[in-house]
Nanobody
């Protein structure tokens, strides 16, 4: 059973920073692309950033220049460094991974339960 567990959310003032972490655990053969999504109240879930195994990263326009995604392949962990946060960044942030479980040949999509980020003065 593969699990993704996010951490690092919380309350931060506008202009502040937070670093989210997401650790994959369980029977894992390999991990492909890892991503962060977010969902604000009453809105759809949007892709924030994604990072391939080799480190190539892509970002949504609304976070370019402010957020940085990175990964530690040795520890099956992906991070999201969020700087210059504004009120519109308030959302539940979800980790998503395309992971090949042990004993399988193909990757499956796994989701974490999310971590709440609240930007407020």
């Amino acid at each position: 059973q593969v699990q993704l567990v996010e951490s690092g959310g919380g309350l931060v003032q506008p202009g502040g920073s937070l670093r989210l972490s997401c650790e994959a655990s369980g029977s894992i053969w390999s991990i492909n692309t890892m991503s962060w999504y977010r969902q604000a109240p009453g809105k759809q879930r949007d892709l924030v950033a994604a990072i391939a195994t080799g480190g190539t990263a892509n970002y949504a326009d609304f976070v370019k220049g402010r957020f940085t995604i990175s990964r530690d392949n040795a520890n099956n962990t992906v991070y999201l460094q969020m700087n210059s946060l504004n009120i519109e960044d308030t959302a539940v942030y979800y980790c998503c991974g395309n992971i090949v479980p042990g004993g399988y040949y193909y990757g499956r999509t796994y989701w974490g339960k999310g971590t709440l980020v609240t930007v407020s003065s």
